[in-house]
Each structure stands twice: as C-alpha cells, then as structure tokens.
C-alpha cells in the first residue's frame, strides 16, 4: 500500500472546485477508482463529471488525512515523526 494525492475539479452543489485528495490505494490506478467512488458518493456526482487533474506518490509523513496517517503510523514513527506540511500560496 502505498499514499496518493489526488487532484482536479469536480462538481460540489452547484458550482465545479477544485480538490485535493491524500488516499490509500495500491497502485495510481487503484487510486484514481477510490476518488471516484469517494466523490460520486458523498456529492452524487458521475465520473464523467469529475476531472482528474494528477495522481501522484506522496510521503505519508506529510498528509494530514486520518486514514493515511493510521495507514502508516508505524511508518511514521519509525522515520522520527510527521512532516510539517508546507504553506500554501494565496
């Protein structure tokens, strides 16, 4: 198992935003397929709605996401500890 970030646009309501999304998965692929599910069922939006911009490999240090911090947590502890994330441009 490996930790994503997956970004892109997708249809909240009534207007189309951008997302971010750290997730558990097995390979890009298999990524990709959580975001869909995750996205189509919280907002009932269709995959042919939603826009994947990148999926890439990311240190699981560095997430905040709950799923991927308990994921890898004996990971994390072994490498001394989280990463703090970095700061956003506005």
């Known amino acids: 198992m490996q930790a994503f970030r997956v970004s892109g646009t997708a249809p909240f309501g009534s207007q ?3 997302f ?9 692929d298999d990524a ?3 975001c869909y599910s995750i996205i189509g069922s919280r ?3 269709n995959r042919r709605s939603i826009k994947i911009e990148s999926v890439s490999e990311i240190d699981p240090r560095t997430s905040t996401e709950p799923r ?3 994921a890898f947590r004996d990971q994390i502890e072994a490498a001394g500890g989280k990463i703090a994330p970095k700061a956003e441009e506005e």
């Open 16 to 18: 189309r935003q951008k």
């Open 20 to 28: 971010n999304m750290d997730l558990v998965a097995n390979s890009a």
């Open 32 to 34: 990709e397929h959580r």
């Open 43 to 45: 907002h009932k939006a």
């Open 68 to 70: 991927v911090i308990d």
